[in-house]
């Protein structure tokens, strides 16, 4: 089955960056998208970018575009997404979900603390 | 960038009653238009794609209805396990986004 498996919680004082990885199993990486998608504490889902499996082209959300990069290691089946000059506003659970329009299954998700 | 409006923002139910969850659109999305169900501590799971089809193993219980600007799923008969936020999705237009959720409590 499709396994979307991430990386640990993680606390990082602001103005710093996060690297957050998703290994994918059960299905042929180079066929879909990955999507990233974050949720803040009792808030809704926010939509960051996709990368493509296939061929690398990414697509990002014009809030995140100067902060976040997107990467794949497709030996490794894994996806990771970074982003930079952190804030109190990123605190937030990070999703990677597999999908081409829609996203049929997701990564457990990674909280990302941002505190001094 | 397309907004989407949930309503209401909570539904609160009993089991066996039927749940009525509304999504509306700020511009025309065809039938581009998923549902997610979010549980507690959990990650969202894709419940309708393209307006009414199912996603894999998602009981019949679950449907969903609407093209255009105004979407609907519907429970057909609650369950206590359905208690959750339900969000819709539009992928019709960059970028796709999500609307705010519906609480759906189970009395």
């Known amino acids: 089955q499709v396994q979307l498996v991430q990386s640990g919680p993680d606390v990082k004082p602001p103005g710093a960056s996060v690297k957050v990885s998703c290994t994918a199993a059960?299905?042929?990486?180079?066929?879909?998208?990955m999507h990233w998608v974050r949720q803040a504490p009792g808030q809704g889902l926010e939509w960051m970018g996709w990368?493509?499996?296939?061929?690398?082209?990414?697509n990002y959300a014009q809030k995140f575009r100067s902060r976040v990069t997107l990467t794949q290691d497709t030996s490794a089946t894994t996806a990771y997404m970074e982003l930079t000059s952190l804030t109190s506003d990123d605190t937030a659970v990070y999703y990677c979900?597999?999908?081409?329009?829609?996203?049929?299954?997701w990564g457990q998700g990674t909280l990302v603390t941002v505190s001094s | 960038e397309i907004v989407l409006t949930q309503s209401p923002a909570t539904l609160s139910l009993s089991p066996g009653e039927r749940a009525t969850l509304s999504c509306r659109a700020s511009?025309?999305?065809?039938?581009?238009l998923a549902w997610y169900q979010q549980k507690p501590g959990q990650a969202p799971r894709l419940l309708i794609y393209?307006?009414?089809d199912r996603a894999t193993g998602v009981p019949p219980s679950f449907s969903g209805s609407g093209s255009g600007t105004d979407f609907t799923l519907t429970i057909s008969s609650l369950e206590p396990d359905d208690a959750a936020i339900y969000y819709c999705?539009?992928?019709?237009?960059?970028?796709?986004?999500f609307g705010p959720g519906t609480k759906v409590d189970i009395k």
């Open positions: 979900a597999r999908g081409d329009d829609y996203l049929d299954n």
């Open positions: 059960g299905y042929n990486f180079s066929s879909y998208v």
């Open positions: 990368i493509s499996g296939y061929n690398g082209v990414r």
């Open positions: 511009q025309s999305v065809s039938n581009h």
């Open positions: 393209d307006a009414s």
């Open positions: 999705q539009q992928r019709d237009n960059w970028p796709p986004t």
